[in-house]
């Protein structure tokens, strides 16, 4: 991926005397789904309102696939989820999204993008019979149907069942693998730890992190964690490993990454006297904890 459909660069906004965003530098290219996290108040929403170009900038700059935020050709290339979606309630979902289609000069299969996303049930139920996450469902609709480049996504699983988020997330991967960049705001770190390509950490309007799983970790040096279970008593697995004692039969080691490798090799020669290992690497929660905690020089 090397098209860069939003590109973010030294983003800095103040609101009175405060300083909000401290110049902020982001990208996301086209088929890339990243998620951006941070405390209530860290600078999310403040990010998002000004690449939608709801809000003017202080400094720096920020392009959606080459153009200013607000631009007309910026709002034909950008599709927006926000949380709190809302239609008009006495419309049914049919209707909205025929409305949208016309406003934005389209012709669409309105049926099916509601039968996508799960209102195929519910397209000529009035909006205002709706529960939270059917709202949301029609907010993904209208999304889907822009065909946009760039998709901001602030909490789109709010209000959905389990079933549903799976169902959203598998929308969301056709959207990345249709060339659409995927900016999504959440707040459920589970979720998009397995979901998502990227991980950009935001702390008091700062972005304290931007890379990988992996890379987070690496950086972070945080331990991954195993426990070996013996087949009879444990004080030999104590002995090779230098792990803890956990019980009669386990050991718990924490180690670097770099030396998970060497110490599976020495419990892969230990042969039988091993029933089982398991190996915990650092989650994404350990490290959110760890980055939007972490003091800023």
Same mark, same amino acid.
């Given at each position: 991926?090397? !098209?860069?459909?939003?590109?973010?660069?030294?983003? &800095?906004?103040?609101?009175? %005397?405060?300083?909000?965003?401290?110049? *902020?530098?982001?990208? *996301?290219?086209?088929?890339?789904? &990243?998620?951006?996290?941070?405390?209530?108040?860290?600078?999310? +929403?403040?990010?998002?309102?000004? =690449?939608?170009?709801?809000?003017?900038?202080?400094?720096?700059?920020?392009?959606?696939?080459?153009?200013?935020?607000?631009?007309?050709?910026?709002?034909?290339?950008?599709? $927006?989820?926000?949380?709190? =979606?809302? $239609?008009?309630?006495?419309?049914?979902?049919?209707?909205?999204?025929?409305? $949208?289609?016309?406003?934005?000069?389209?012709?669409? !299969?309105?049926?099916?993008?509601?039968?996508?996303?799960?209102?195929?049930?519910?397209?000529?139920?009035?909006?205002?019979?709706?529960?939270?996450?059917?709202? %949301?469902?029609?907010?993904?609709?209208? &999304?889907?149907?822009?065909?946009?480049?760039?998709?901001?996504?602030?909490?789109?699983? +709010?209000?959905?069942?389990?079933?549903?988020?799976? !169902?959203?997330?598998?929308?969301?991967?056709?959207?990345?693998?249709?060339?659409?960049? =995927?900016?999504?705001?959440?707040?459920?770190?589970?979720?998009?730890?397995?979901?998502?390509?990227?991980?950009?950490?935001?702390?008091?309007?700062?972005?304290?992190?931007?890379?990988?799983?992996?890379?987070?970790?690496?950086?972070?040096?945080?331990?991954?964690?195993?426990?070996?279970?013996?087949?009879?008593?444990?004080?030999?697995? &104590?002995? *090779?490993?230098?792990?803890?004692?956990?019980?009669?039969? +386990?050991?718990?080691?924490?180690?670097?990454?770099?030396?998970?490798?060497?110490?599976?090799?020495?419990?892969?020669?230990?042969?039988?006297? *091993?029933?089982?290992?398991?190996?915990?690497?650092?989650?994404?929660?350990?490290?959110?904890? $760890?980055?939007?905690?972490?003091?800023?020089?």
């Amino acid at each position: 991926m090397t !098209d860069k459909i939003l590109e973010i660069q030294g983003l &800095v906004k103040d609101r009175g %005397q405060t300083r909000v965003l401290h110049g *902020v530098d982001l990208t *996301v290219s086209a088929g890339e789904r &990243v998620a951006l996290l941070g405390h209530n108040g860290a600078g999310k +929403s403040t990010l998002i309102k000004t =690449v939608l170009g709801l809000t003017k900038m202080g400094s720096g700059s920020v392009k959606i696939a080459g153009h200013k935020p607000g631009s007309g050709a910026a709002r034909a290339d950008t599709a $927006f989820l926000p949380e709190a =979606v809302s $239609f008009h309630p006495a419309l049914t979902g049919r209707e909205q999204l025929t409305l $949208f289609a016309r406003l934005a000069g389209q012709k669409a !299969d309105i049926a099916g993008l509601l039968e996508r996303v799960g209102l195929a049930d519910a397209l000529d139920r009035r909006i205002g019979t709706y529960s939270k996450g059917m709202r %949301q469902r029609l907010g993904l609709a209208q &999304v889907l149907l822009g065909k946009p480049k760039l998709a901001l996504l602030d909490e789109p699983t +709010s209000g959905l069942d389990p079933i549903s988020r799976q !169902d959203l997330y598998a929308i969301i991967d056709e959207l990345a693998a249709a060339g659409c960049a =995927v900016l999504i705001a959440s707040h459920a770190l589970t979720e998009v730890e397995a979901r998502t390509d990227r991980i950009a950490i935001m702390r008091k309007g700062h972005l304290v992190a931007d890379d990988t799983l992996a890379g987070l970790s690496a950086k972070a040096g945080l331990r991954t964690k195993m426990r070996v279970r013996a087949t009879a008593d444990a004080e030999a697995l &104590v002995q *090779v490993t230098g792990g803890r004692r956990m019980n009669g039969a +386990s050991v718990e080691i924490e180690i670097d990454a770099a030396g998970k490798m060497e110490m599976l090799r020495k419990i892969a020669e230990m042969g039988g006297a *091993v029933a089982d290992v398991d190996i915990t690497p650092p989650r994404l929660e350990d490290l959110y904890r $760890f980055y939007a905690k972490e003091e800023l020089h």
